[in-house]
Nanobody
Framework: QVQLVESGGGLVQAGGSLRLSCAAS????????MGWFRQAPGKEREFVAV????????YYADSVKGRFTISRDNAKNTVYLQMSSLKPEDTAVYYC???????????????????WGQGTQVTVSS
């Protein structure tokens, strides 16, 4: 069983920055592919970013590429999402997710992850 706890959300003006954190339980964190997703009201949950188990490979949705950075600290069992140049359309609940399977593939679909956090709200005002 893996528990994921997000933090760092809040209200920010357009153009501002926020850093989200996701703390994971368990000793095998360094083996997990970790992803960030978001869900705006009335919309489906969508992929934001993913990072490999080592942190050496990352992939981003086109909508956030160049503005968001995903990173991880395996010694702290934590994955981060640094968000810059925020836009009102970035407003959503942000979720971190863990893929604990052994394939180590970088997945962008919600079905590719077996553990999810409770989410943290990010609101960007115009």
């Amino acid at each position: 069983q893996v528990q994921l706890v997000e933090s760092g959300g809040g209200l920010v003006q357009a153009g501002g920055s926020l850093r989200l954190s996701c703390a994971a339980s368990g000793r095998a964190f360094s083996n997990y592919v970790m992803g960030w997703f978001r869900q705006a009201p009335g919309k489906e949950r969508e992929f934001v970013a993913v990072i490999s188990w080592s942190g050496g490979t990352t992939y981003y949705a086109d909508s956030v590429k160049g503005r968001f950075t995903i990173s991880r600290d395996n010694a702290k069992n934590t994955v981060y999402l640094q968000m810059s140049s925020l836009k009102p359309e970035d407003t959503a609940v942000y979720y971190c997710a863990a893929d604990t399977t052994t394939t180590r593939a970088l997945r962008i679909g919600v079905g590719g992850y077996d553990y999810w956090g409770q989410g943290t709200q990010v609101t960007v005002s115009s």
